[in-house]
């Protein structure tokens, strides 16, 4: 616990930082690192009573497209709002899902560690598929749970009160999703939206407390889990936050994309469009104008070439020697 717990704290500090610079682009972080840190602390540091869960309420078979007959102690009126769309995937759905992770090299050892923590330990949970660009859940939420993402990808984003959105990472299968909130006890700091189909696993917050109390492999993988976080974090912050032009960090965005292509040792590799341009721009701290502008001028010069489905990386080095400013 006490590994799992000091890499919470990291994971929130280094988070807190980026909100605040991000939200405050006209001050240093060095030459006010007093006040970034209070406001790091300030921004994800507000904590909020635990608004439970009502066993009371469980929806009629025909009311909700979800079935929680299986899920012990019910789910909140505002969870059963929050879930429609989302339905309950087949046995042999979720057979048929796993084997493609296996197939793919997922999940991570941790991962495998906590699923089985969490089967032998009969903790109770909610699995749900959910369509394309669903949201999860939203910043300023009670953190009832986790969501344990199975399978597919889903943008984790914060934005400020202008209503700028800024996505910090993209999760895939084997992340969960809203855990330093649910450590906190307090509301969500992001806002999760699925890219493509998903399937999670939703745990409640006492569930996920008692498992990493009683279970030291399942706090262990937890800890794990968290410090790749904290690892991908810093270097978004990396990325967002050194002096870096836009067009600097569309190149590094495309370079990290073909690192996790199936496809990118091929001579050229392919990127799937699985975003929008304001998804990029939402990406790289610019606008969807600029990116469209970045995008066609990379294209008219030879660097990469855009179909309708994908985005062809013609010549890795000119796109290496762009990202390096």
Known sequence: MNETLKGFHAWRTLSGLIVFKLMNPALSLRSSPRLALANAFGVLGESCADTGWRADYLPEPDQESVNTSSFRGGISVALAEALKGSYMPSAQQKQTDEAAELAMGRPSADFRSLLQAIHSSNVSNLSLMHPRRKVLF?????????????????TVSISSSEGRVVILRIAQAGDLLGLNSVLRNASYNTTVKTIESCRTDFIRRKELVDLMERNQPAAHAISQILSR????????????????????????LLLDWCEQSATSKSPAPEITKSFTHEDIAHMICSSRETVT?????????????LTPDSILIRDRAALQKIAAG
């Open 293 to 305: 502008r970045l995008l066609a001028s990379l294209n008219r010069h030879g660097v990469i070439r």
């Open 138 to 154: 939203a910043e300023g939420e009670p953190a009832r749970g986790v969501f344990i993402l199975r399978t597919g990808r889903a």
């Open 229 to 252: 976080e904290i690892a991908e974090l810093t270097e978004r912050a990396r990325s967002l936050l050194l002096p870096q032009t836009a067009n600097a960090k569309l190149a590094k």
